[in-house]
């Protein structure tokens, strides 16, 4: 199957400052790749939908000023947690749609466990 | 918007036994994709197994399998044979088939499955 990464796998940071997030399709393109976060033993809930070459999209609740998302390419996505405080503290999941055959389908990446201090 | 439920927050099976776990959704829609997902302590997402609600045959693999009742809006996830690799949080998700909501899944809150010896 597809393979998407991620990077780095956990990060520690203090609070105030920003933290890059990157969600990467190794052996295909996507045209479009989802950000999660997940809380302890908690499902995962979509933050936002990223677009390649377009503003992401934004579900609500989310405050788009404090993650930023940057799709610049079909195999690459960030997110950046700006100004990071201890309550963003959590597991950040990306998924990537492969442009086909199965456009029903997402592969995960193996999540960024963030801790802020 | 669809919801996904998941009433059985934890359950346990024992090694070579057979285990149903329950997932029911919610939606106006008449085409969707439904999915068991397998969350295992690493916290990689993996896909178990998808259904089209356009197929009336229930979808299989090897020994996980579906019990779909779409006029119940009902979608069950059997394992069989049960492995001690099987321990894993397990996700019922479901998908539009409209494409205009960008493959979006919706996640239930999940089952936690112990398999024990």
């Known amino acids: 199957g597809a393979v998407v990464s991620q990077h780095p796998s956990r990060v520690i940071c203090k609070s105030g400052t920003s933290v890059k997030i990157e969600c990467r399709s190794l052996?295909?393109?996507?045209?479009?790749m989802f950000w999660y976060r997940q809380f302890p033993k908690k499902s995962l809930m979509l933050m936002a939908t990223?677009?390649?070459?377009?503003?992401?999209?934004?579900e609500q609740g989310v405050e788009k000023d404090k993650f930023l998302i940057n799709h610049a390419s079909l195999t690459l996505s960030t997110l950046t947690v700006t100004s990071a405080h201890p309550e963003d503290s959590s597991f950040y999941i990306c998924?990537?749609?492969?442009?086909?055959?199965?456009?029903?389908?997402?592969?995960f990446g193996p999540g960024t466990r963030l801790t802020v201090l | 918007a669809q919801t996904v439920t998941q009433s059985q927050p934890e359950m346990s099976v024992q090694e070579a036994e057979t285990v149903t776990l329950s997932c029911t959704y919610d939606t106006s829609e008449n085409n969707y994709y439904l999915f068991w997902y397998k969350q295992p302590p690493s916290r990689q997402m993996i896909l178990v197994i998808r259904?089209?609600?356009?197929?009336?045959q229930n979808a299989t693999e090897n020994r996980f399998s579906v019990n779909f009742q779409k006029a119940a809006k009902s979608f069950s996830l059997k394992i069989s044979d049960s492995q001690l690799g099987d321990t894993a949080m397990y996700f019922c998700?479901?998908?539009?088939?409209?494409?205009?909501?960008?493959?979006?899944?919706?996640f239930g809150t999940g089952t936690r499955l112990q398999v024990t010896l």
């Open positions: 998924s990537a749609r492969d442009l086909a055959p199965n456009l029903n389908e997402q592969f």
């Open positions: 052996d295909f393109q996507a045209t479009t």
């Open positions: 990223s677009n390649e070459g377009s503003k992401a999209t934004y």
């Open positions: 998700a479901f998908m539009s088939h409209d494409t205009g909501t960008a493959s979006k899944l919706t």
């Open positions: 259904q089209e609600a356009y197929k009336q």
